[in-house]
């Protein structure tokens, strides 16, 4: 065969040569090959195929069972065979030891001491330093400690990985294992090891490793001061990392005032498993970092039976003032002792930490997403001396593929009324199945129906889950209904509810108000949808919604750059810690921030919201900070202190009368944004006030009818209230203003002509007394017309250019609410 494929040994065959060559082997009829040519799911079949070959006839076999002959031995295993009885555990272990025993003779002389031995395998064989590394001064200390002090010069420091196995050492120790491996055990899962991220190299950092009389490792401590403490290192360590036997404790401090809080975290060094030898303990991991973010915040979980986390914090002046000036706001309105919408999250953080504790998550893997603050009392600010009551709940908890995020609402309040709404979501990143301890409870949209038809009335009488007031009248066609609920749900799985509740109002809309005519009242379990919410989707749309201008909007910022929306970011994120009480150490302590992945001590997002807001207030509300009524942002990127940013505002909207306006801050070094949202600007008082009569003119109005679906359904309700009272088309006189208008009595008019007759207008007679006269005196039971007429055309008479300026008052108004434009509380005064 060699002589006929001479290139065999070494030509390489393509995917289409292995098939083929593959189907040749499982020819049927052919002499199967004395060799396994692949491994795969007939491995049985090329293992025995050979062997009995020729013993196939199956009445040949012992109570016909290919099965029974596994192995048939050839002319060579026969001449070594011993005629012994032997199990296969035997056999195998003769095999096993047969194959070390070759292994020792062939690379250590058959000597079982000249085979090297260590504690674990699997660890890297780096080539040490022989004296020092660069950036790095080792000291052999008297007690057995060797201390390594990190130079302060960032550009002298040594790459992670080589500080790290410098100081490891060439021996497979624990702390070596702890230092180099790439990979930590949790459970079931690899996670990187985020010790390395911890212990990486410092400017200025000093490094202390105790030794046993065994010089074996015992205890590593690392001292190192933030960059806005003094130079010297500290004597209580940042970091400290102990065994004992095969437990190993690595302890990271944060300090909070005269106390160092810590931080512990348990592995178990298994130096018996080829490979990964360091074995996170998971049991009771997340409630030791509970504990740790509850006595840093100074908070403990807890809530009232109904789900309610309070608190009760009392505004300082010098906090307000300390806040403003660390944010950048100073506000004409800010040195007078009010604080800024944004110190809402200093009075309400207790409140809302004390909820986020309650959630099962690791806090080190906390990631906010956005915060909204919304006034709720337009005469009532925040001030220094004010007494705030905060009651936060969670309003949701929910899993995606990101992780588990959480809501919380918070309401802040002052003798008893409420003041200011805080929401803010949150994320636990990483993967959760835990369901059944998530939930959503949501106020819903108000979604608007027009009942069209009888078939419309009757799929909605048909709804279990509607629930009509005994009093109403039936719903009829050309009915428009609000709906206004909410849903409170729990989760059995992804898409499952365990149970899902819809409640709330349905209000029947008249062109005079909103009657309330029955409620929704919807409760299911194992539900894989939300039937109510279904339908509203596929028959209604959302009203009280923020209209969009169709322009897309425009930047109010000024053109010049003597004004630019910038600022820079403090060099220290220590201040607002400080003062607004989030104490959260990936802020402040490089330690912490490595320990959970960040590329540095990233910047608040909440500082980065207030030094966004404050722009708001410059160029939106005109520097008058009460106006802004509600600021709703989200946390796009990470902020790192020192970094330069440039916000962009636009007035790209109107939500019931305020100005709706875009947010938007970027990194003005790499245009990468890092927030967006939105703010509610509050508009000055305004009147709008229409001409009176003698400005009347043909076709007034009509512009707006043929664009404004609102415009157009008040004119027409009123042109056919006019056709069927009075006989006379409004919308003819204003369009056409005809001279002459005759209106006819015959048939069906004679409900027109009652109308005529029994209309009066009051005057004072002679003797002073109040008299009623007809209107239209000439109209009698007799009369079968009755002809208006004005030289000017009609839209000129009285009786017309009233109605008719009222019309495109009531319709320009309707219009602008519908668009957003009219604010809250405001209505249409008439025409007179």
Same mark, same amino acid.
């Given at each position: 065969?060699?002589?006929?494929?001479?290139?065999?040994?070494?030509?390489?065959?393509?995917?289409?040569?292995?098939?083929?060559?593959?189907?040749?082997?499982?020819?049927?009829?052919?002499?199967?090959?004395?060799?396994?040519?692949?491994?795969?799911?007939?491995?049985?079949?090329?293992?025995?195929?050979?062997?009995?070959?020729?013993?196939?006839?199956?009445?040949?076999?012992?109570?016909?069972?290919?099965?029974?002959?596994?192995?048939?031995?050839?002319?060579?295993?026969?001449?070594?065979?011993?005629?012994?009885?032997?199990?296969?555990?035997?056999?195998?272990?003769?095999?096993?030891?047969?194959?070390?025993?070759?292994?020792?003779?062939?690379?250590?002389?058959?000597?079982?001491?000249?085979?090297?031995?260590?504690?674990?395998?699997?660890?890297?064989?780096?080539?040490?330093?022989?004296?020092?590394?660069?950036?790095?001064?080792?000291?052999?200390?008297?007690?057995?400690?060797?201390?390594?002090?990190?130079?302060?010069?960032?550009?002298?420091?040594?790459?992670?990985?080589?500080?790290?196995?410098?100081?490891?050492?060439?021996?497979?120790?624990?702390?070596?294992?702890?230092?180099?491996?790439?990979?930590?055990?949790?459970?079931?899962?690899?996670?990187?090891?985020?010790?390395?991220?911890?212990?990486?190299?410092?400017?200025?950092?000093?490094?202390?490793?105790?030794?046993?009389?065994?010089?074996?490792?015992?205890?590593?401590?690392?001292?190192?001061?933030?960059?806005?403490?003094?130079?010297?290192?500290?004597?209580?360590?940042?970091?400290?990392?102990?065994?004992?036997?095969?437990?190993?404790?690595?302890?990271?401090?944060?300090?909070?005032?005269?106390?160092?809080?810590?931080?512990?975290?348990?592995?178990?060094?298994?130096?018996?498993?080829?490979?990964?030898?360091?074995?996170?303990?998971?049991?009771?991991?997340?409630?030791?970092?509970?504990?740790?973010?509850?006595?840093?915040?100074?908070?403990?979980?807890?809530?009232?039976?109904?789900?309610?986390?309070?608190?009760?914090?009392?505004?300082?002046?010098?906090?307000?003032?300390?806040?403003?000036?660390?944010?950048?706001?100073?506000?004409?309105?800010?040195?007078?002792?009010?604080?800024?919408?944004?110190?809402?999250?200093? *009075? =309400?953080?207790?409140?809302? !930490?004390? +909820?986020? #504790?309650?959630?099962? $998550?690791?806090?080190?893997?906390? &990631?906010?997403? /956005?915060?909204?603050?919304?006034?709720?009392?337009?005469?009532?600010?925040?001030?220094?001396?004010?007494?705030?009551?905060?009651?936060?709940?969670?309003?949701?908890?929910?899993?995606?593929? *990101? =992780?588990?995020?959480?809501? !919380?609402? +918070?309401? #802040?309040?002052?003798? $008893?009324?409420?003041?200011?709404? &805080?929401?803010? /979501?949150?994320?636990?990143?990483?993967?959760?199945?835990?369901?059944?301890?998530?939930?959503?409870?949501?106020?819903?949209?108000?979604?608007?129906?027009?009942?069209?038809?009888?078939?419309?009335?009757?799929?909605?009488?048909?709804?279990?889950?509607?629930?009509?007031?005994?009093?109403?009248?039936?719903?009829?066609?050309?009915?428009?209904?609000?709906?206004?609920?909410?849903?409170?749900?729990?989760?059995?799985?992804?898409?499952?509810?365990?149970?899902?509740?819809?409640?709330?109002?349905?209000?029947?809309?008249?062109?005079?108000?909103?009657?309330?005519?029955?409620?929704?009242?919807?409760?299911?379990?194992?539900?894989?949808?939300?039937?109510?919410?279904?339908?509203?989707?596929?028959?209604?749309?959302?009203?009280?919604?923020?209209?969009?201008?169709?322009?897309?909007?425009?930047?109010?910022?000024?053109?010049?750059?003597?004004?630019?929306?910038?600022?820079?970011?403090?060099?220290?994120?220590?201040?607002?810690?400080?003062?607004?009480?989030?104490?959260?150490?990936?802020?402040?302590?490089?330690?912490?921030?490595?320990?959970?992945?960040?590329?540095?001590?990233?910047?608040?997002?909440?500082?980065?919201?207030?030094?966004?807001?404050?722009?708001?207030?410059?160029?939106?509300?005109?520097?008058?900070?009460?106006?802004?009524?509600?600021?709703?942002?989200?946390?796009?990127?990470?902020?790192?202190?020192?970094?330069?940013?440039?916000?962009?505002?636009?007035?790209?909207?109107?939500?019931?009368?305020?100005?709706?306006?875009?947010?938007?801050?970027?990194?003005?070094?790499?245009?990468?944004?890092?927030?967006?949202?939105?703010?509610?600007?509050?508009?000055?008082?305004?009147?709008?006030?229409?001409?009176?009569?003698?400005?009347?003119?043909?076709?007034?109005?009509?512009?707006?009818?043929?664009?404004?679906?609102?415009?157009?359904?008040?004119?027409?309700?009123?042109?056919?209230?006019?056709?069927?009272?009075?006989?006379?088309?409004?919308?003819?006189?204003?369009?056409?203003?005809?001279?002459?208008?005759?209106?006819?009595?015959?048939?069906?008019?004679?409900?027109?002509?009652?109308?005529?007759?029994?209309?009066?207008?009051?005057?004072?007679?002679?003797?002073?007394?109040?008299?009623?006269?007809?209107?239209?005196?000439?109209?009698?039971?007799?009369?079968?017309?009755?002809?208006?007429?004005?030289?000017?055309?009609?839209?000129?008479?009285?009786?017309?250019?009233?109605?008719?300026?009222?019309?495109?008052?009531?319709?320009?108004?309707?219009?602008?609410?519908?668009?957003?434009?009219?604010?809250?509380?405001?209505?249409?005064?008439?025409?007179?």
């Amino acid at each position: 065969m060699a002589n006929d494929y001479h290139s065999s040994p070494t030509q390489t065959l393509t995917q289409e040569d292995v098939v083929h060559f593959i189907s040749l082997c499982l020819t049927p009829g052919r002499k199967p090959v004395p060799f396994i040519p692949v491994l795969d799911d007939k491995f049985d079949f090329w293992f025995k195929k050979d062997s009995l070959w020729q013993s196939e006839d199956i009445d040949a076999v012992v109570d016909q069972d290919p099965g029974r002959v596994a192995i048939l031995q050839g002319p060579i295993a026969v001449r070594h065979s011993k005629l012994v009885d032997q199990p296969v555990k035997q056999i195998l272990g003769d095999i096993y030891h047969a194959h070390i025993d070759a292994i020792k003779e062939a690379y250590y002389g058959g000597s079982d001491l000249a085979i090297p031995v260590v504690e674990y395998l699997g660890a890297r064989a780096e080539q040490l330093p022989a004296g020092s590394l660069g950036g790095i001064v080792k000291t052999e200390l008297l007690e057995g400690s060797v201390m390594y002090e990190v130079s302060r010069e960032g550009d002298q420091l040594p790459d992670g990985a080589t500080f790290l196995e410098y100081i490891a050492g060439a021996d497979h120790t624990w702390l070596r294992a702890l230092l180099t491996s790439s990979a930590v055990v949790q459970g079931k899962h690899l996670t990187p090891n985020y010790v390395q991220n911890v212990l990486r190299p410092r400017p200025g950092q000093t490094i202390i490793v105790k030794y046993d009389a065994r010089r074996r490792p015992q205890v590593l401590t690392v001292h190192h001061n933030r960059p806005s403490t003094p130079t010297a290192a500290s004597r209580h360590p940042a970091v400290t990392v102990t065994a004992e036997g095969d437990r190993i404790s690595v302890v990271i401090f944060e300090k909070r005032g005269s106390k160092y809080l810590p931080l512990e975290f348990l592995f178990k060094y298994v130096p018996w498993q080829g490979h990964n030898p360091i074995h996170e303990v998971m049991e009771g991991r997340n409630k030791r970092i509970k504990d740790f973010y509850a006595s840093l915040w100074s908070v403990v979980p807890s809530a009232d039976a109904s789900g309610i986390f309070r608190s009760n914090f009392t505004v300082e002046d010098e906090v307000v003032r300390d806040f403003t000036q660390v944010i950048g706001n100073t506000a004409e309105l800010y040195l007078t002792g009010a604080a800024p919408m944004d110190f809402a999250i200093v *009075a =309400g953080w207790q409140a809302i !930490v004390t +909820a986020l #504790l309650e959630i099962d $998550g690791d806090l080190l893997r906390l &990631v906010h997403l /956005s915060n909204r603050f919304q006034i709720l009392n337009t005469g009532e600010i925040i001030r220094a001396g004010d007494k705030i009551e905060t009651e936060a709940v969670v309003n949701s908890v929910l899993i995606s593929d *990101a =992780g588990k995020a959480v809501e !919380v609402r +918070a309401t #802040l309040r002052k003798s $008893g009324l409420p003041v200011l709404e &805080v929401l803010s /979501s949150f994320l636990y990143r990483g993967k959760f199945t835990d369901y059944e301890s998530t939930f959503k409870n949501a106020v819903e949209k108000p979604v608007e129906i027009n009942i069209a038809s009888p078939k419309d009335v009757a799929v909605l009488m048909s709804k279990p889950w509607m629930k009509w007031s005994p009093d109403v009248e039936p719903l009829s066609p050309g009915s428009t209904l609000v709906f206004r609920l909410e849903t409170h749900a729990r989760f059995k799985a992804a898409t499952v509810y365990s149970r899902i509740r819809t409640l709330g109002t349905v209000e029947l809309k008249t062109t005079r108000e909103t009657v309330v005519v029955g409620k929704v009242e919807y409760d299911a379990v194992d539900a894989h949808g939300n039937l109510v919410l279904s339908y509203l989707n596929r028959f209604g749309k959302p009203i009280e919604q923020p209209v969009a201008f169709a322009s897309g909007g425009y930047s109010i910022l000024p053109s010049s750059a003597t004004f630019p929306a910038e600022v820079t970011v403090p060099t220290s994120n220590e201040a607002y810690a400080q003062c607004s009480g989030d104490l959260n150490p990936i802020h402040t302590n490089p330690y912490f921030a490595d320990l959970a992945g960040l590329p540095g001590t990233i910047t608040h997002g909440m500082w980065t919201s207030a030094s966004t807001r404050k722009f708001v207030e410059i160029f939106a509300a005109n520097n008058q900070p009460s106006r802004v009524k509600e600021f709703d942002v989200k946390f796009v990127d990470m902020v790192l202190p020192g970094c330069q940013l440039e916000t962009k505002l636009s007035h790209v909207g109107m939500a019931n009368g305020k100005k709706l306006i875009k947010v938007e801050t970027f990194i003005k070094e790499t245009g990468a944004k890092v927030l967006e949202g939105s703010a509610e600007v509050e508009q000055p008082s305004t009147a709008c006030v229409f001409t009176g009569q003698g400005s009347q003119e043909v076709g007034m109005g009509m512009d707006l009818y043929q664009q404004s679906p609102v415009a157009r359904a008040v004119w027409d309700r009123a042109d056919a209230h006019m056709l069927a009272t009075y006989g006379v088309s409004i919308l003819e006189i204003v369009r056409q203003n005809p001279k002459t208008l005759t209106v006819h009595f015959g048939g069906r008019g004679a409900a027109i002509r009652a109308h005529y007759m029994s209309m009066t207008y009051d005057v004072i007679d002679a003797n002073g007394k109040l008299v009623s006269k007809l209107l239209f005196p000439e109209v009698t039971e007799e009369t079968q017309s009755h002809t208006f007429s004005h030289p000017g055309g009609l839209l000129s008479a009285t009786q017309f250019t009233q109605p008719a300026l009222t019309l495109m008052e009531i319709a320009s108004f309707s219009d602008m609410r519908e668009s957003g434009l009219v604010q809250e509380g405001c209505a249409f005064a008439g025409h007179r």
